[in-house]
T-cell receptor
């Protein structure tokens, strides 16, 4: 069964460093999303992406964040200068259509030291 | 209350019993989705129910939606130890589409 994959599973970085989290959405899906979950808290929406542009973003998704679909399969989240409070599990998701089931990847645990 | 609030926050039952979790929300929705998360792991999609549907079944899962009360329930019948996990409802709101708003979740423990 097709699934969303994410790499790496765990990323440790120093404060101020740039990180790129990678995702491969399900192949026939057209809508892509990033969410994050700080330990012990609920899952929060970051950004949605469709037709090579951002559809919607949350207040969390400030100028330090960017997303890109560099080729036909990958979808990336870049954090330019990480902060301690960026430590969280980051989930990528995809859906075939808008307002449809969103399937999540296994997540990347980001630890900022 | 916030959009997508689950009740109870924690539920502990014996294997074989049924588990019912509730979710309330505030704004109009396109659909409501239920997810399961094992400790520290990814989110597994369980079921989606659209705003024009009232009930949906998938295996041992039964989901209801009452848009007049802005609430949904997830029933897991004949629970198993493997059902131990956190369960989240997520609403796809009508305004600002294409994002899910999650609740805090219900932590379900099935005792053997």
């Amino acid at each position: 069964e097709p699934e969303v994959t994410q790499t790496p599973s765990h990323q440790v970085t120093q404060m101020g460093q740039e990180v790129i989290l990678r995702c491969v959405p399900i192949s026939n899906h057209l809508y892509f999303y990033w969410y994050r979950q700080i330990l012990g808290q609920k899952v929060e929406f970051l950004v949605s992406f469709y037709n090579n542009e951002i559809s919607e973003k949350s207040e969390i998704f400030d100028d330090q964040f960017s997303v890109e679909r560099p080729d036909g399969s990958n979808f990336t989240l870049k954090i330019r200068s990480t902060k301690l409070e960026d430590s969280a599990m980051y989930f990528c998701a995809s859906s075939e259509k808008a307002a449809d089931e969103q399937f999540f990847g296994p997540g990347t645990r980001l630890t900022v030291l | 209350s916030q959009q997508g609030e689950e009740d109870p926050q924690a539920l502990s039952i014996q294997e074989g019993e049924n588990a019912t979790m509730n979710c309330s929300y505030k704004t109009s929705i396109n659909n409501l989705q239920w997810y399961r998360q094992n400790s520290g792991r990814g989110l597994v999609h369980l079921i989606l129910i659209r705003s024009n549907e009232r009930e949906k079944h998938s295996g041992r899962l039964r989901v209801t939606l009452d848009t007049s009360k802005k609430s949904s329930s997830l029933l897991i019948t004949a629970s198993r130890a493997a059902d131990t996990a956190s369960y989240f409802c997520a609403t796809d709101v009508v305004q600002g589409a294409q994002k899910l708003v999650f609740g805090q979740g219900t932590r379900l423990t099935i005792n053997p």
